[in-house]
């Protein structure tokens, strides 16, 4: 059967208008935003959309196939970053801490969101390129750079969003050491309690960490260049 322009099948007369892949995508981003900490299934997304589930199986094959639609959606609205500081130092920090909040609310996303094949995400790894040019890095290693920055940045998403709670993680922990031999009780005990405040340094740690793998590049870069 030929499509219309909409990307819509025309319809017999009395027949029920059948939904466009867009409509589905939009029904499933707005029911995610409703409810970002709930499963979207097939026929969840369909309900959304006002339709049998059968009827999205004929723009969407499985579960993983719609979600990832939906991710790349979202990414693609997603504004570019205004970045700040005046140092490149601070302006990938300021991008790091951004996009880590901007993902955050889309925790059932973020691996889709890591396995994207469609370029919704060309602009800010642009963005992040420029910044970086400055530093004279070989075009290898500035591809490593803004590889290292976003992947790091989605990957501590996705961690942290499935990550319990620090108190129920330091409980679950205390449980699980009281059967240990005392050696392990010994050395643990002790860091259980600090693990809260661990967990609240470690974004920081994780950018100083990516800021100085940069400025090592940067270095090794330079020194090689110097030396041709």
Same mark, same amino acid.
């Given at each position: 059967?030929? @499509?219309?322009? #909409? =990307?819509?099948?025309? &319809?017999?007369?009395?027949? %029920? %208008? ?8 939009? /029904?499933? !981003? ?6 970002p900490d709930s499963d979207l299934t097939i026929k969840r997304a369909a309900e959304a959309a006002g339709a049998a589930p059968m009827a999205l199986y004929r723009y969407f094959p499985d579960r993983d196939t719609l979600l990832?639609?939906?991710?790349? $959606? !979202? ?6 970053? #205004? ?20 993902? &955050? %609310?889309?925790? &059932? ?7 994207? @094949? ?12 420029? !910044? ?12 490593? /750079? !803004?590889?290292?920055?976003?992947? #790091?940045?989605? =990957?501590?998403?996705?961690?942290? #969003? $499935? ?10 922990? @205390? ?13 643990? *005990?002790?860091?259980?309690? $600090?693990?809260?405040? *661990?967990?609240?340094?470690?974004y920081d740690t994780v950018l100083d960490q990516t800021v100085a793998a940069i400025e090592a590049l940067a270095t090794a870069d330079s020194t090689a260049g110097a030396e041709r």
């Open positions: 059967m030929a @499509q219309s322009a #909409t =990307g819509t099948a025309p &319809r017999g007369r009395g027949r %029920p %208008p059948r939904l466009s892949r867009e409509q589905i995508i939009e /029904a499933a !981003v707005e029911l995610l935003e409703r409810e990832q639609a939906v991710a790349d $959606r !979202v990414l693609s609205r997603i504004q570019p970053i #205004t970045l700040t500081g005046d140092t490149w130092q601070e302006q990938v920090r300021h991008w790091m801490r951004t996009s880590r909040e901007r993902l &955050r %609310p889309h925790s &059932r996303l973020l691996p889709y969101m890591a396995s994207t @094949q469609q370029p919704v995400g060309v602009r800010a790894l642009a963005k992040l390129a420029e !910044v970086l040019r400055p530093l004279g890095l070989s075009d290898e290693d500035l591809a490593l /750079a !803004v590889l290292l920055i976003s992947s #790091t940045t989605i =990957g501590y998403a996705s961690y942290e #969003t $499935r990550r319990s709670p620090a108190e129920q993680v330091v409980a679950e922990l @205390q449980e699980g050491l009281s059967v240990r031999p005392e050696n392990e009780r010994e050395i643990l *005990a002790p860091l259980l309690p $600090r693990l809260p405040v *661990a967990f609240a340094r470690l």
